[in-house]
T-cell receptor
């Protein structure tokens, strides 16, 4: 099973709402990623978890709060978002082979959650 | 982080070979060259990767210049299903940084 699943597929929320995006993989991968993708732009890295610890935060505003409850699950909690946060949010995973071996790792991406903030 | 430069868009006729170029003049000795593609309304998917030698798989071939400052993704016979944005990415051999470049939008003409 090489699938990364994301729920929900679509989400509409107001600026005062709190919502969460969910990502799941069962490939035994130990690195999980969140990306944000605006229309006709490449994905932008937001967060990386390695062995359930946050290892990279690309200066993302605090209204985005990631969580990795276990090695298979990744959540992105959303609160007080702005309309400009409307985008496709992609989750990915990779093995996390460690120092000296990361270069050859493949990332597996989910289909994304399309978020609209009103 | 080392950057990649790709043409914004390319066209190909169906069933013809396609050569998608990528420049990465600041590549370091341990950076791997990865190619991913993103079909419309989907997440990116892995295509191929390499370090120094040319690579082949069922999807494509990767030709890497001897000085590693450029590479070319080769689709041997383009089909309509190959219409996508193709991203050339340099992946370090340490850490989990993974940064997309601007990509090339490939149009396949029937």
């Amino acid at each position: 099973d090489t699938e990364v699943t994301q729920t929900p597929k679509h989400l509409v929320m107001g600026m005062t709402n709190k919502k969460s995006l969910k990502c799941e993989q069962h490939m035994g991968h130990r690195a999980m990623y969140w990306y944000k993708q605006k229309a006709k732009k490449p994905p932008e890295l937001m967060f990386v978890y390695s062995y359930e610890k946050l290892s990279i935060n690309e200066s993302v505003p605090s209204r985005f709060s990631p969580e990795c409850p276990n090695s298979s699950l990744l959540n992105l909690h959303l609160h007080a978002l702005q309309p400009e946060d409307s985008a496709l949010y992609l989750c990915a995973s990779s093995q996390d082979l460690g120092f000296g071996l990361a270069g050859g790792e493949t990332q597996y991406f989910g289909p994304g959650t399309r978020l609209l903030v009103l | 982080d080392a950057k990649t430069t790709q043409p914004n868009s390319m066209e190909s006729n169906e069933e013809e070979p396609v050569h998608l170029p990528c420049n990465h003049s600041t590549i370091s000795g341990t950076d791997y060259i990865h190619w991913y593609r993103q079909l419309p309304s989907q997440g990116p998917e892995y295509v191929i990767h390499g370090l120094t030698s040319n690579v082949n798989n069922r999807m494509a071939s990767l030709a890497i210049a001897e000085d590693r400052k450029s590479s070319t993704l080769i689709l041997h016979r383009a089909t309509l299903r190959d219409a996508a944005v193709y991203y050339c990415i340099l992946r370090r051999n340490t850490g989990n940084q993974f940064y997309f470049g601007t990509g090339t939008s490939l149009t396949v003409i029937p």
